[in-house]
DNA sequence: ATCCTGGACG
DNA sequence: CGTCCAGGAT
């Protein structure tokens, strides 16, 4: 029963891209600054973020000069995204890491690596769960891995797509096997558009949902609400 | 003035 | 499961 799952997909794929386009694979950037902006995105809203990261690129232009700091001022640096105590710490760990390891600190290595190697690589660390793992190389790679955010989760949740007690890595390492290469990134970053603009954690807007015939959810607001 | 949101780790 | 944080929404 749960295997009706794959048909879906492509279904959803399409009904998202039709309401909100299906979004062109941009120019790679380096895998560092993909890396590091996604740590400064972990718990963190995207304008808190992109300012901190911004204000990071801006202070340690080359990320060499990240391993010499002092945590403290970079953490000052980051500051305005917040968890800037640890983040600054994880950040500066991992650049002195591959900085020590490679002799400068890019990842662009990772594009020559399996998939699953490159991923295993960023997992192991530290600050660098599944989603940042696979956020880094989907967007610095255009490697087609399925990073699955809080939003992601939530929408999948509604439509079916994961299983009762299925966390977050689970979800992302299955239900990436039953993603069609070509529509691992437009379904990424629609369902994240989808999931801020309409299918919110609290009050989803599901009478102006593009999903709605498509969707299943059982807490779904009646139709009459008067 | 409180509430809410957002990943990874100890 | 608690902890880490700021800034925007309510």
């Known amino acids: 029963m749960p295997e009706k799952i794959r048909p879906s997909i492509g279904k959803i794929e399409g009904m998202l891209g039709r309401r ?8 790679s950037r380096p895998l560092m600054d993909v890396l ?5 995105s972990q718990n963190t809203s995207d304008s808190n973020s992109h300012r901190a990261f911004l204000a990071l690129k801006k202070k340690y232009p080359g990320w060499e000069a ?13 500051r305005s995204g917040g968890l800037e105590n640890i983040k600054s710490r994880r950040i500066k760990d991992l650049v002195s890491f591959i900085l020590g390891k490679r002799g ?39 490697i087609p891995v399925y990073p699955v955010d809080t939003h992601i989760y939530r929408v999948s949740s509604r439509l079916g797509w994961v299983k009762r007690k299925e966390d977050r890595e689970s979800f992302q ?16 970053l629609n369902l994240i558009e989808h999931g801020r603009r309409i299918c919110h954690p609290r009050k989803p807007e599901c009478l102006d949902c593009c999903l709605n015939k498509a969707c299943n959810w059982k807490e779904k607001p009646h139709e009459s609400v008067h």
């Open 173 to 188: 390492e299955r239900f990436r096997k039953l993603v069609p290469d070509k529509m691992v990134y437009p379904l990424h």
């Open 104 to 142: 400068k600190a890019g990842l662009e290595f990772l594009k020559k690596m399996p998939r699953e190697a490159a991923y295993r690589y960023l997992l192991a660390i530290k600050g660098v769960g599944p989603k940042t793992a696979a956020c880094t190389l989907l967007f610095g790679a255009g």
């Open 36 to 40: 590091v902006e996604t740590i400064l």
């Open 66 to 78: 990240l391993a010499g700091a002092q945590t403290g001022s970079i953490a000052r640096t980051i």
């Open 20 to 27: 909100y386009g299906h979004p062109p694979w941009t120019a």
